[in-house]
């Protein structure tokens, strides 16, 4: 067992040779971390700024350890991150324990930061995005961008991508029927449409299925993509639907093909299968892929879901991608809450489900040579997030599960699990 250090005595009564003797810092991740989210940031930080960390899978909640450079110390004492600090043999012994063969546990190196883009209009929508939350809130750098960059070829300039609350299908999110007389929405569709005109589309959806493609292909070069709420299913059936008009004549001007559900290549898709789509303009779903809301049927405080144990030395990936201090995380809605169990191709690995309700909260694929991660739901910590709702405060919520999630996914990219020898 370590001896716990707090920060502020730590400053205040050892002198500089002492600190300089402690040679690194255990940044844990279990129940005893102050700031989980801002943890993920020191460390993000840390590598990107040159120096090298360390993920101890499965150890106190996936816990860090760093050598002290950097100031890592003090950035960390400044974001109430608890830390460790351990001494070289002692870090070496950690290491040792973690790396045993008796235990579930393991350790890989954090060696470089992904780059990260996150896909978003300039333009404010009556919504908020948990993952521009979590990585603003974590201190985390990010660009934004949107069609015309990702047309142009601009995505390979990063490794990690988001794609959130957005209609790849070119239906405005199916919002037509509540909202198609609200000041945004009118202002959204004028906008999509002259960005489709300059770009030489023949309409949004059709536009949008390009971008699909093109991010598609990006993450077969080696690309990370994250994506969240309807930004997963919408995605998947843009991709199934390529050729096919899916959208109906108040989205783009022309009825949609009578023969769409027939035409559809589910062999295109990341991550679903067998799914209807769903033509009525005037029904707030895309397709079958997403459950049915259950608002009356399921107490909140009942409505969570599990995340799987994976071996942390042989399935490194889908270990790092569940790290957290709890083994059941909070539902929450959004306009994809979950995917129906059924529709999720065998090839995919579900990384965290709702027992008993046959519902796939959290998934995980290779595509070539890169990586996709859906994640449904809208935010972690508004469990039923409305349009026009106001962002959550992640300073009410620093240990958040949910949002661990989130920051798992811009870490794993950094890894270098080393080979084992057979």
Same mark, same amino acid.
């Given at each position: 067992?370590?001896?716990? &250090?707090?920060? &502020?005595?730590?400053?205040?009564?050892?002198?500089?040779? *002492?600190?300089?003797?402690?040679?690194? @810092?255990?940044?844990?991740?279990?129940?005893?971390?102050?700031?989980?989210?801002?943890?993920?940031? @020191?460390?993000?930080?840390?590598?990107?700024?040159?120096?090298?960390?360390?993920?101890?899978?499965?150890?106190?909640?996936?816990?860090?350890?760093?050598? &002290?450079?950097?100031?890592?110390?003090?950035?960390?004492? !400044?974001?109430?991150?608890?830390?460790?600090?351990?001494?070289?043999?002692?870090?070496?012994?950690?290491?040792?324990?973690?790396?045993?063969?008796?235990?579930?546990?393991?350790?890989?190196?954090?060696?470089? *930061?992904?780059?990260?883009?996150?896909?978003?209009?300039?333009?404010? !929508?009556? $919504?908020?995005?948990?993952?521009?939350?979590?990585?603003?809130?974590?201190? @985390?750098?990010?660009?934004?961008?949107?069609?015309?960059?990702?047309?142009?070829? =601009?995505?390979?300039?990063?490794?990690?991508?988001?794609?959130?609350?957005?209609?790849?299908?070119?239906?405005?999110?199916?919002?037509?029927?509540?909202?198609?007389?609200?000041?945004?929405?009118?202002?959204?569709?004028?906008?999509?449409?002259?960005?489709?005109?300059?770009?030489?589309?023949?309409?949004?959806?059709?536009?949008?299925? *390009?971008?699909?493609?093109?991010?598609?292909?990006?993450?077969?070069?080696?690309?990370?993509?994250?994506?969240?709420?309807?930004?997963?299913?919408?995605?998947?059936?843009? !991709?199934?639907?390529?050729?096919?008009?899916?959208?109906?004549?108040?989205?783009?001007?022309?009825?949609?093909?009578?023969?769409?559900?027939?035409?559809?290549?589910?062999?295109?898709?990341?991550?679903?299968?067998?799914?209807?789509?769903?033509?009525?303009?005037?029904?707030?779903?895309?397709?079958?892929?997403?459950?049915?809301?259950? !608002?009356?049927?399921?107490?909140?405080?009942?409505?969570?879901?599990?995340?799987?144990?994976?071996?942390?030395? $042989?399935?490194? @990936?889908?270990?790092?991608?569940?790290?957290?201090?709890?083994?059941?995380?909070?539902?929450?809605?959004?306009?994809?809450?979950?995917?129906?169990?059924? =529709?999720?191709?065998?090839?995919?690995?579900?990384?965290?489900?709702?027992?008993?309700?046959?519902?796939?909260?959290?998934?995980?694929?290779?595509?070539?040579?890169?990586?996709?991660?859906?994640?449904?739901?809208?935010?972690?910590?508004?469990?039923?997030?409305?349009?026009?709702?106001?962002?959550?405060?992640?300073?009410?919520?620093?240990?958040?599960?949910?949002?661990?999630?989130?920051?798992?996914?811009?870490?794993?990219?950094?890894?270098?699990?080393?080979?084992?020898?057979?």
């Amino acid at each position: 067992m370590f001896k716990r &250090v707090y920060i &502020v005595a730590f400053f205040l009564i050892m002198p500089f040779a *002492a600190i300089q003797a402690q040679q690194h @810092v255990l940044i844990s991740m279990d129940g005893s971390q102050t700031n989980h989210l801002k943890a993920y940031g @020191v460390v993000f930080n840390h590598i990107t700024d040159g120096y090298n960390a360390q993920w101890l899978l499965n150890y106190r909640g996936g816990s860090f350890l760093a050598q &002290v450079e950097n100031d890592i110390i003090r950035k960390s004492r !400044l974001r109430n991150v608890s830390i460790e600090t351990l001494s070289t043999s002692e870090a070496r012994r950690l290491i040792a324990e973690v790396e045993s063969n008796s235990s579930n546990t393991s350790v890989v190196n954090l060696e470089k *930061a992904p780059k990260i883009a996150v896909y978003t209009p300039d333009q404010a !929508l009556p $919504w908020d995005d948990a993952v521009t939350l979590a990585l603003s809130y974590a201190e @985390v750098k990010y660009d934004k961008i949107w069609d015309v960059e990702v047309l142009e070829g =601009k995505l390979d300039e990063y490794d990690w991508l988001h794609l959130h609350h957005e209609d790849f299908t070119g239906q405005y999110g199916k919002f037509w029927a509540s909202y198609r007389n609200m000041p945004w929405y009118i202002a959204q569709v004028k906008q999509m449409e002259a960005m489709a005109e300059e770009l030489g589309y023949p309409s949004v959806s059709e536009q949008k299925k *390009a971008v699909a493609r093109t991010i598609k292909e990006y993450v077969g070069r080696g690309g990370f993509l994250f994506a969240m709420c309807s930004g997963t299913d919408t995605f998947d059936i843009a !991709l199934a639907a390529e050729g096919v008009d899916i959208a109906p004549e108040q989205f783009d001007g022309d009825p949609a093909d009578p023969n769409a559900q027939e035409k559809l290549d589910y062999n295109k898709t990341f991550a679903f299968e067998d799914f209807s789509i769903k033509l009525n303009p005037a029904e707030y779903e895309h397709a079958d892929i997403d459950v049915p809301e259950s !608002l009356n049927q399921v107490d909140q405080s009942l409505d969570f879901f599990t995340l799987f144990e994976f071996s942390a030395k $042989w399935d490194p @990936v889908p270990t790092m991608l569940t790290q957290n201090h709890v083994s059941s995380v909070r539902g929450f809605y959004g306009q994809t809450t979950a995917f129906q169990k059924d =529709k999720v191709k065998s090839s995919v690995v579900i990384l965290g489900e709702s027992p008993g309700r046959e519902q796939v909260k959290y998934l995980h694929g290779n595509y070539g040579n890169g990586t996709f991660t859906y994640y449904a739901g809208h935010d972690p910590e508004d469990y039923t997030h409305r349009v026009n709702d106001p962002p959550t405060d992640l300073e009410l919520h620093p240990g958040s599960p949910g949002y661990r999630l989130i920051l798992n996914n811009i870490l794993f990219p950094a890894a270098k699990k080393e080979k084992k020898k057979t």
